[in-house]
């Protein structure tokens, strides 16, 4: 121990920090770390029911519990993994499935799919289409409005430009909370084109969909009934530690059409009770008893809490910037972001410059960890608030901080010029 603190802690970035604000701050819990602390003591492999049953049953309990905390529709059946990328690319292969129903034997057999996703979406989807064969090529970036979200214009036109070119759309990636600003897509309204382009619409509520168990925030929920899947990781909302991702997919059967493959040595009676059968890894880590400490702790009303209290901290610091001088505000925020650039220097190069090195001021200084964004070809401020500890006082103090590097080198900027 004495080692890693000497040698491990400084090369560490303590992501579960109060003091840390970039990427999205991801808390883990005392209960939530004290059952993954039980798991690495025991250490099981939850591939097959039959070597670790009640690995199995917490993973159906927890899926169902966090099913009816975010008011997840019905006909969506939970499947558990490792991070929102893992979920996607799973969902990705079903919805391939739907459209090439030899995949699984045959592979793709030539067919040119596309698919759709915000200019503002995640990565993982060139990641993905890379994996399953479809290339970059496969991925649009569709524009997006003032609010920062998909234009449906925008999604229409790509889609009837791709059928005119004799490309086949697979799915549209609909985003509640985008990494950059966490604006929210239009999932009610995107759901109607998928249903009449015939299109596989996947929710990525990865950051945002754990704010859906707030009632203000039930909006974020419309057209989820619609979606072939929803994928919400509970280690960036709701207190677990990494490695916790869940996918609501309809007809959980697809999956393992895809993924169930085995050899002579395992076992195949009762396959559909195999966890390994629903993914493409085989050895699978017991990672939901972290979750079921954490909701066995808090409840639905701790959960509650805990988000509403994230949220009331990013109104309170959206405030502080909104009553300076020094900076324009992006947007109200509407989870645990928030957004801002600076409004002194007029010279829009110049202020992007010092968005940058502020950060990095910051950073080197150890005061607080903060990454700019870049939105509508501008650098703003970022600040991802998360953790309990990271109160209104401490907000307020790194509003005053970015302030006064900000001033120091505009201050430097205007004596060079």
Not at 105 to 124: A, C, D, P, Q
């Amino acid at each position: 121990y004495a080692n890693f603190q000497e040698l491990g802690m400084p090369a560490l970035l303590g992501w579960n920090h109060e003091r840390f604000a970039a990427y999205f701050s991801t808390p883990s819990s005392y209960p939530s770390v004290g059952a993954d602390s039980l798991v690495a003591l025991h250490n099981p492999n939850r591939m097959l029911r039959s070597a670790s049953p009640a690995a199995v049953e917490v993973e159906k309990g927890v899926g169902r519990l966090y099913a009816s905390l975010l008011g997840i529709p019905d006909e969506h059946e939970p499947q558990v993994y490792h991070s929102a990328s893992e979920s996607h690319l799973h969902a990705t292969l079903v919805a391939i499935s739907t459209k090439v129903p030899d995949f699984r034997s045959s592979g793709l057999l030539g067919k040119r799919l596309v698919m759709y996703t915000s200019e503002l979406g995640h990565f993982f989807a060139n990641k993905n289409a890379v994996a399953v064969g479809l290339g970059e090529s496969a991925v649009r970036l569709i524009p997006t409005n003032e609010e920062g979200q998909m234009s449906m214009p925008a999604l229409t036109e790509a889609i009837r430009k791709d059928k005119q070119n004799g490309l086949e759309p697979l799915m549209v990636i609909a985003t509640v909370g985008t990494t950059s600003i966490t604006s929210v897509d239009p999932v009610e309204v995107i759901s109607g084109i998928c249903r009449s382009e015939d299109v596989f619409l996947y929710v990525d509520a990865a950051y945002g969909g754990g704010f859906a168990c707030l009632p203000e925030r039930a909006y974020i929920r419309a057209g989820w009934d619609e979606a072939d899947a929803i994928c919400v990781n509970p280690h960036k909302t709701l207190s677990v530690p990494q490695g916790c991702s869940f996918l609501f997919i309809r007809d959980r059967e697809r999956l393992r059409k895809i993924c169930d493959h085995r050899g002579e040595y395992v076992p195949s009676a009762n396959a559909e009770e195999d966890p390994m059968s629903y993914t493409l890894s085989c050895g699978l880590r017991f990672n939901t008893l972290a979750s079921l400490f954490q909701m066995m702790t808090m409840g639905r009303s701790g959960c509650e809490q805990q988000l509403r209290a994230v949220a009331k901290l990013a109104s309170i610091t959206a405030d502080l910037v909104a009553e300076s001088r020094d900076f324009k505000l992006l947007r109200r925020p509407e989870f645990g972001v928030v957004c801002f650039r600076p409004t002194l220097l007029g010279d829009p190069l110049a202020e992007d410059t010092l968005v940058k090195a502020v950060c990095e001021r910051i950073r080197k200084s150890g005061a607080f960890w903060i990454f700019p964004t870049d939105y509508q070809g501008r650098s703003w401020f970022r600040l991802a608030f998360g953790h309990p500890d990271t109160t209104p006082q401490l907000a307020a103090e790194l509003i005053s901080t970015i302030r006064q590097h900000y001033h120091e080198l505009t201050m430097t900027h205007y004596l060079r010029s």
